[in-house]
């Protein structure tokens, strides 16, 4: 038996006074004032105590929307999220294209063109690195800026023409599988780059994920974690080409993996309805933007995923497309997530509680398009991200970051959705703040507090993250995180 005995912590959602927390197998054993739980004893107990000298503990943080290989690969890119133009953007590929390999794709990342005083061309890519292919992903992933020798290169990887025009940019499933292409690599060189993110998160107070890759994953995972990589728990998700074979499979929303030690389940049916705000085409009610899927077609394949035990995640960002999402679950007679609901009508927030559907929103997204949304929602904005709006409607709210869209660190999620603040600016609708409690629980499995018989996927901090400033939130040393009891970051 491996047991964990935590002295003098402090338990989030208490009133602070120090505790002891033992966890015996996996599992919270025991729970007592400071001072009173001793040493379990016997030949066959080995205890680790662990002073925490007033650290604040709490359940492990869970990112409810990533896409973790292109996370794992973004991070190897080329970063161009602070370019305010086209120009900057390839006058930065230029000079990384001075030391590329001659074979290779030069890759970038990030560019938000919303406010660009002139937008993207494909000659500027030509001339900035004119050997290489280049593409440079949105940092909303729904478009790709290509060159001409990538629209040539990934043509040809593809098996068909790719409809760029003058400014070499594809959007929305164009550029999806130009960044599913880009996500086949090696599979040694995928699971090196995951293993190393998986140790990012896990230093940040990660224990689990909802991955949301655009290629099925769950194979993937299942390799990486019998190889070692067993740092954080996984949801993996299934988008729509790939239903049938997981409805061969039998696998079921929450269904757990075999041989991955409780680490791996089936994670939710993924649909993408609309596009996005950065790429302009998020479907809104004034006409604007691109449904991607109709309700006439939506509705059969949600209950067919649905009759196979898949939990629908609908991903909607414009009020419209919000609008038949819910309308799709409301005639399904479903429960699910919508993924992102950046804008909505007001008669549609409370329908969230009544169908019970959890908005699952992206706080960074508010502080990341903030400009944008003022610019290409003007008028709107009060409705935009209405997180305040969603909490006193009863909804249920989940927090993730969509990386690599936004960085894989919860304390990112909770500073922008308690705050709707960054760099030194005045918050941005503040009416529309989530209260500490509420982002706490989206930012967990629900739960407040560590209680006797919890899984032991624990977080350890040095203040309670309940009555913490958004720029505390923001930069919040984690001192140890455990998924089942196991160290997977320690700084103390």
């Not at 959602?13 to 729970?31: E, F, H, Y």
């Not at 690599?185 to 990012?200: I, M, Q, S, T």
Request: charged content about 25%.
């Amino acid at each position: 038996m491996t047991t964990v005995l935590l002295r003098t912590v402090r338990r989030v959602g208490t009133s602070g006074a120090p505790s002891d927390v033992l966890v015996v197998d996996g599992r919270v054993a025991a729970i007592g004032p400071a001072g009173t739980i001793d040493v379990p004893s016997g030949s066959e107990v080995t205890t680790e105590v662990v002073e925490a000298d007033g650290a604040w503990l709490g359940p492990g943080l869970r990112d409810h929307h990533v896409h973790f290989d292109q996370w794992a690969l973004m991070r190897q890119r080329i970063d161009v999220q602070d370019c305010a133009s086209a120009e900057e953007t390839a006058d930065r590929l230029a000079e990384a294209a001075r030391t590329a390999l001659p074979d290779r794709v030069l890759v970038g990342h990030g560019y938000r063109d919303g406010l660009w005083p002139a937008p993207a061309r494909r000659e500027l890519l030509d001339r900035a690195a004119p050997g290489l292919p280049v593409v440079v992903v949105a940092a909303d992933l729904h478009a790709v800026w290509c060159n001409t020798r990538a629209l040539a290169h990934f043509a040809a990887a593809l098996g068909r023409a790719l409809p760029a025009g003058e400014d070499g940019v594809l959007r929305e499933q164009d550029a999806f599988d130009v960044t599913g292409a880009l996500s086949r690599v090696p599979d040694e060189l995928l699971d090196a780059a995951v293993e190393e993110a998986v140790e990012a998160a896990a230093r940040r107070g990660v224990t689990g994920v909802v991955d949301l890759e655009m290629v099925f994953g769950l194979d993937r995972w299942a390799r990486r974690i019998a190889a070692g990589t067993d740092g954080i728990r996984v949801a993996s998700g299934v988008y729509p080409g790939e239903l049938d074979g997981v409805v061969a499979r039998g696998l079921r929303t929450g269904d757990v993996v075999p041989g991955t030690r409780g680490l791996l389940t089936m994670g939710p049916f993924k649909v993408i309805t609309d596009g996005s705000l950065g790429t302009r085409t998020a479907a809104t009610s004034d006409g604007g933007g691109l449904l991607t899927w109709t309700p006439e077609d939506l509705v059969p394949v949600l209950r067919r995923a649905v009759a196979a035990g898949l939990v629908p995640a609908v991903h909607a960002i414009g009020d419209r497309a919000v609008t038949l999402a819910l309308n799709a679950f409301e005639t399904v007679g479903t429960r699910g997530t919508i993924e992102h609901a950046q804008l909505l009508q007001p008669d549609d927030v409370p329908r969230f509680a009544r169908l019970g559907v959890v908005a699952s929103v992206q706080p960074e997204h508010a502080m990341d398009d903030r400009d944008i949304a003022d610019h290409h929602w003007a008028g709107r904005t009060d409705r935009a991200f209405p997180f305040a709006a969603l909490e006193r409607a009863g909804a249920r709210m989940q927090l993730g970051s969509d990386a690599p869209v936004a960085p894989l660190d919860p304390w990112v999620a909770l500073a922008a959705a308690v705050g709707r603040d960054r760099d030194g600016r005045d918050p941005w609708h503040p009416e529309q703040r989530m209260s500490a409690l509420a982002a706490w629980r989206g930012s967990t499995d629900g739960r407040v507090g560590v209680a006797v018989g919890d899984v032991a996927d624990l977080v350890l901090v040095p203040s309670d993250p309940l009555t913490a400033t958004s720029a505390a939130l923001r930069t919040m040393p984690v001192l140890a995180t455990a998924v089942a009891g196991r160290w997977t970051h320690r700084a103390v």
